[in-house]
């Protein structure tokens, strides 16, 4: 099937300190209507790998190396105003906290139609009636395009932020961690709500996370990363069932079994010292 997503060789370091490799020679691809999901501790470079592929990069930061290549048009080097009609139009993103991603002094409505306004010109009551009916799409009644963020719910938020992320009809969505700040029963809510999504409207999906519950459930493929690296890649299943990492193993014994008899077992890193040792 042909690659919709092509990440080759991509490398981000601090600008003061380019011999500090944050991310280091990433490389995975992505199809057309699949997920992808990028798993790995805080601080294991899977936020910044997304970021990198909406150029959303912090000034502290930059691309030293690097591919990105989407829908066969590499995104580097691309103008500032040349990826803001990348963002929100091809690219959804949905970030990780509900709470702080929305503006407290604009209505949701308001803040949902801006992306319809910038990419499609909407206005008036086709912008009113887009509005409702995305609204509706992620399960939130049309008349609550009238409320603020601070009159809704985490999940009702976070369900916002995602009929922001597909108003467009995007080709991919990267969802960095978007379930983390929610309850366990509202994030099952939220990922078959998006994997529905995904399946009407033939997204691909880069889905970043810690949780290989999340993985299990959802991905098709997977890629896991620890310390700006990615160790260990592939189908989902083959992952699972057989993985070859010791990181991939440590972080799958931290899964909890369903019935809650298991031990949970922290992250055991004799293999990075033994490794380091050798």
């Given at each position: 099937?042909?690659?919709?997503?092509?990440?080759?060789?991509?490398?981000?370091?601090?600008?003061?300190?380019?011999?500090?490799?944050?991310?280091?020679?990433?490389?995975?691809?992505?199809?057309?209507?699949?997920?992808?999901?990028?798993?790995?501790?805080?601080?294991?470079?899977?936020?910044?790998?997304?970021?990198?592929?909406?150029?959303?990069?912090?000034?502290?930061?930059?691309?030293?190396?690097?591919?990105?290549?989407?829908?066969?048009?590499?995104?580097?080097?691309?103008?500032?105003?040349?990826?803001?009609?990348?963002?929100?139009?091809?690219?959804?993103?949905?970030?990780?906290?509900?709470?702080?991603?929305?503006?407290?002094?604009?209505?949701?409505?308001?803040?949902?139609?801006?992306?319809?306004?910038?990419?499609?010109?909407?206005?008036?009551?086709?912008?009113?009636?887009?509005?409702?009916?995305?609204?509706?799409?992620?399960?939130?009644?049309?008349?609550?395009?009238?409320?603020?963020?601070?009159?809704?719910?985490?999940?009702?938020?976070?369900?916002?932020?995602?009929?922001?992320?597909?108003?467009?009809?995007?080709?991919?969505?990267?969802?960095?961690?978007?379930?983390?700040?929610?309850?366990?029963?509202?994030?099952?809510?939220?990922?078959?709500?998006?994997?529905?999504?995904?399946?009407?409207?033939?997204?691909?999906?880069?889905?970043?996370?810690?949780?290989?519950?999340?993985?299990?459930?959802?991905?098709?493929?997977?890629?896991?990363?620890?310390?700006?690296?990615?160790?260990?890649?592939?189908?989902?299943?083959?992952?699972?069932?057989?993985?070859?990492h010791p990181y991939t193993q440590a972080l799958l014994a931290c899964?909890?079994?369903?019935?809650?008899?298991?031990?949970?077992?922290?992250?055991?890193?004799?293999?990075?010292?033994?490794?380091?040792?050798?």
């Amino acid at each position: 099937m042909t690659e919709l997503l092509r990440i080759e060789g991509l490398t981000v370091t601090p600008v003061n300190e380019p011999e500090k490799r944050l991310v280091s020679n990433v490389s995975f691809t992505l199809e057309p209507g699949k997920t992808t999901c990028v798993v790995g501790e805080s601080g294991s470079g899977k936020s910044l790998t997304a970021l990198s592929v909406m150029g959303l990069l912090s000034t502290q930061l930059k691309l030293a190396q690097g591919k990105v290549i989407f829908q066969g048009q590499d995104l580097v080097g691309l103008s500032n105003d040349q990826m803001r009609k990348v963002r929100g139009g091809r690219i959804g993103m949905i970030f990780q906290e509900p709470m702080t991603s929305l503006n407290p002094v604009l209505t949701v409505g308001k803040q949902i139609g801006e992306t319809l306004v910038v990419h499609q010109g909407l206005k008036g009551e086709a912008l009113k009636s887009k509005v409702a009916a995305l609204l509706e799409q992620v399960g939130i009644p049309a008349n609550r395009a009238n409320s603020y963020p601070d009159e809704l719910s985490g999940g009702q938020r976070q369900r916002v932020m995602i009929a922001m992320s597909i108003a467009c009809e995007p080709a991919m969505l990267i969802a960095d961690e978007p379930t983390t700040a929610l309850d366990v029963t509202v994030q099952a809510q939220i990922l078959k709500l998006l994997d529905e999504l995904k399946t009407r409207m033939n997204m691909a999906m880069l889905f970043i996370t810690h949780d290989f519950g999340v993985v299990a459930d959802i991905a098709d493929n997977v890629v896991v990363m620890f310390r700006g690296e990615i160790v260990e890649s592939g189908p989902v299943a083959e992952v699972l069932s057989n993985p070859k990492h010791p990181y991939t193993q440590a972080l799958l014994a931290c899964v909890p079994d369903a019935e809650g008899k298991k031990p949970l077992k922290p992250i055991d890193y004799a293999w990075l010292r033994e490794g380091a040792a050798a």
